[in-house]
């Protein structure tokens, strides 16, 4: 006997939610070399961007090394996305290490030991965003926040590593202004070798991303670095280099906190999770658009949950999905994430036998490959699209890059939070109120404001609200309603409020058609409503408004009102 629809597509939901992913469950043989080659090629680029971005979290080499390693090994079982690779990233690492100095007290040990908590917190996030099904948060920030959000981040990512390109040492701690201030002073103290060997590796990897796109030419940089180093003698020239990274891998382990560093690290992690649930949930999508498949947002929230508390137990710190990282395993060849568990396992060899050899890695190359990497953050087109069509918005994103300079990065992504949530609520509150009038030859009817040929019907007013109408914007509603009454010069006995774009009407929103009953009555005004959605009719119906506009059902549309109402038997009715 056959199961029941329901039935079956429950025990669906909950294979895709609780069992391995769609892709693993369908993963073809023939589809291993691609992923092996395509790891391969993305390892090559992990291994210098985890060092870069563990010196801008103010870790040691190692740190980024067991970040990627151990996320890698666990990210592939739970992510539906197929091209993105988990990492650390620029933004996030510049996060941890702009925060955690004063909780750290000057100590490298607590400094890590924080760090790996922050990371468990973050995974302990994603699981219960997973849990709650909270897949769809990330869409609250506004990709407007975003592009500002990222030139901000940008900007600071720079100040951290120019005087590691030219040779000095950099200010400890302050904001970006500071930096940037200590820099312009201490120019004068500039390594001409330093600075050579650094411009020199950024014109290589310049001239690699656009000759070669996506090839791992990081990793020849990094080779040439140390070698350099060898044969150049840069050393004894007062060239800073990275110095000894451990070699095997740390024991998994709970880092050694108390409950108040716990509660201390909270709104870091949170602001790590939020920044890198939407960056992960951003590339997905991206992807998946381009290669035809659909994501699951809550399963990304577990990819990355599950990622964090492995890189946490590791000794590593925050991970979410890379945009560059991801765009190198996808033109890699890369058809499944199990790509990424093969990058993951050549950063354990890596970690095993050959991480000594980072030590003579020179800090101007290291500085280059972070400074090519955060160009990608500053999106000028998207500014200067932003500029001609959308200029308020254009200046919510500068509100957002300032937020970052002047207030830190931790603050900054508050900031931007808050205002894309400003954002949408004050697009919510203000909905656009469309005054109708039929369109030339058909029985149809559109916004007058943007069709200036339609034709208005003698004394009758049709509105439709393109949104539900709730609480916070039932004033707005009503004021364009009565504005655009008070300014018809014939009399209006018909007025039709068109609900077919308004999917939600709460009490608010029936309590305003109520009053506009009232109202418009007093003054012999008839009142209705047509085309309404089934919850509206049956939100209108609980809250009495049948007895009043009379049956409220979907066979009533604004043609038929108005032919009904125009008809010699019906014109004048009130």
Known sequence: MAKPATHAADERGTRRRFGPPDWLRGYRLNWLRADVVAGLTLAAYLLPAAIGDASLANLPAEAGIYACLFSGLVFWLFC?????????TSAISLLIGSSLGELAGGDPQRFAALAAGTALLVGLFGVVAWLVRAGTVVNFIS????VGFKAGIALVLASTQLPKLFGFGGAHGGDFWERMGHFFAHAGETNG???????GAFAVLLAGKLLLPGRPVAIFVVVGGIAATTLLGL??????????VPQGLPALALPALGWQDVNALLPLAFACFLLGAVETAAIGRMFGRKHGYRIDSDREFLAIGASNLASGLGGGFPVSGGMSQSLVNESGGARTPLSGLVAAVLMLVVALWLSRLLADLPQPVLAAIVLLAVTGLVKLSALRRLWKAHRSEFWIAVVALLGVLGSGILRGVMIGAILSLVLLL????????????????LDRFSD?????????????????????????NVDNVREAVWQRLRAMTAPVRLVVCDLSTSPYVDMAGAELLAELHADLAQQGIRFTVVEARARVRDMLRIEGLEAKFGPIDRRASL???VAEFTSPSGEGRA
Do not use: C, D
């Open 193 to 199: 070798t330093a600075l050579a060997l650094g411009l």
């Open 426 to 441: 004050r697009r919510a509150a203000r909905p656009h109120v469309a005054i109708l009038g039929r369109i030339p030859g």
């Open 448 to 472: 007058m404001e943007r069709n200036p040929e339609n034709e208005a019907i003698e004394g009758v007013l049709l509105f439709r609200t393109e949104a539900s109408l709730l609480y916070f």
């Open 80 to 88: 539906s996305a197929r091209h993105t690779a988990v990492t650390v």
């Open 235 to 244: 050393g004894a020239k007062g060239v800073k280099l990275l110095g000894t």
């Open 143 to 146: 990709e407007t926040v975003l």
């Open 559 to 561: 043609a038929q009102v």
